[in-house]
């Protein structure tokens, strides 16, 4: 077991054939007695991926004075989801077209479902992976149903606050996994895209 707050690579297995690695796994067990603040992580800035919760959201989703927080960013397993069946605000687009242009953040707090619903936006920033061939960033989580165990990208309750040509920052209504599904300037589909189909793979 870990401190609060410890960071450690460690792996996790999607299906019996791929191991997917994690780039940081960390714990926080914050007190919400008292006077809260609000939570970014990670706590120093490394210029990558980053998540910040309200004061609020920590602490109306604590239990019994505690609020555990987990994050995960996920390396390389953006890939291996595919962006086939994603909804995203609008629509009318070329799915086909869509890759997975940044790691995956995942977030939870506390509750044991894989969507916590929070009255105040959660804001993230992932950078892009290829900062070249794509645009048109789409602020999107991945939508995993435990019941039937299908899954797919959605932009439901998410909105775009800022890009660049390195980053996009976004707000979402929710704690899920998160990642930026953009549009290749081209026509060049990933030949990694849609190698797993969308039934089966939950992210936790």
Same mark, same amino acid.
Request: glycine share 8%; hydrophobic share 35%.
């Given at each position: 077991?870990?401190?609060?707050g410890s960071s450690?690579?460690?792996a996790?297995l999607v299906r019996a054939?791929f #191991?997917?690695?994690l780039?940081?796994?960390?714990?926080?067990?914050?007190s919400?007695?008292?006077?809260?603040?609000?939570?970014r992580?990670?706590?120093t800035?490394?210029?990558g991926?980053? /998540?910040?919760? &309200?004061?609020?959201t920590?602490?109306?989703?604590?239990?019994?004075?505690?609020?555990? %927080?987990?994050?995960?960013?996920?390396?390389?397993l953006?890939q291996?989801l595919?962006?086939? $069946?994603?909804?995203?605000?609008g629509?009318?687009?070329?799915?086909?077209?869509?890759?997975?242009n940044s790691?995956?953040?995942a977030a939870? #707090?506390?509750k044991?479902? &894989?969507?916590?619903?929070?009255?105040d936006p959660?804001?993230?920033?992932l950078e892009? %992976?290829?900062?070249?061939?794509?645009?048109?960033? $789409?602020c999107?989580?991945? $939508?995993?149903?435990?019941r &039937?165990?299908i899954?797919?990208?959605?932009?439901q309750?998410?909105?775009?606050?800022?890009?660049?040509?390195?980053?996009?920052?976004?707000?979402?209504?929710?704690?899920? $996994?998160?990642a /930026?599904?953009m549009?290749?300037?081209?026509?060049?589909v &990933?030949? %990694?895209?849609?190698? %797993?189909?969308?039934?089966g793979?939950?992210?936790?």
């Open positions: 077991r870990g401190n609060p450690f690579p460690v996790v054939s #191991i997917i690695a780039d940081v796994l960390d714990v926080y067990v914050l919400t007695d008292g006077q809260v603040q609000d939570f992580f990670p706590q800035s490394k210029g991926a980053s /998540i910040q919760l &309200s004061a609020n920590v602490k109306v989703n604590s239990k019994n004075g505690v609020a555990k %927080l987990v994050f995960v960013l996920y390396k390389h953006g291996f595919s962006t086939e $069946n994603a909804t995203l605000r629509g009318g687009r070329n799915l086909s077209d869509l890759t997975v790691h995956i953040l939870s #707090i506390t044991e479902s &894989s969507r916590v619903f929070v009255s959660v804001i993230f920033t892009h %992976l290829d900062k070249e061939h794509y645009d048109n960033p $789409n999107s989580f991945w $939508n995993y149903s435990e &039937s165990m899954g797919y990208w959605s932009t309750g998410c909105k775009l606050l800022d890009t660049n040509k390195s980053h996009t920052t976004c707000s979402c209504s929710h704690l899920t $996994n998160f /930026i599904l549009a290749h300037r081209g026509n060049v &990933s030949g %990694l895209q849609g190698v %797993l189909s969308c039934r793979v939950g992210l936790h």
